[in-house]
């Protein structure tokens, strides 16, 4: 099921089309790579004060869900 997404959005006209918070110019991508080096969701908001935790944690949402579509995302080691 396809969820409908309150804080993301993507506009051809806004930071060439990649996916930002609704009213900003801070790109998703940003955001969760904070969250992949450790910063945490306090931190990530004295940063960005114009983010809430609500937006961090739908762009958490977004990012399982896109990993949930793809197929065989993260190679196979042998």
């Not at 955001?31 to 762009?59: D, T, W």
């Amino acid at each position: 099921m396809e969820r409908k997404y309150k804080w993301i959005m993507i506009n051809p006209n806004v930071c060439h089309g990649k996916p930002v918070f609704k009213g900003t110019r801070v790109l998703v991508a940003d955001v969760l790579e904070m969250i992949a080096s450790g910063m945490s969701i306090e931190e990530i908001l004295e940063e960005y004060p114009q983010l809430n935790k609500e937006m961090i944690l739908e762009a958490i949402a977004l990012a399982a869900e896109l990993l949930r579509r793809e197929r065989r995302v993260i190679p196979i080691s042998t």
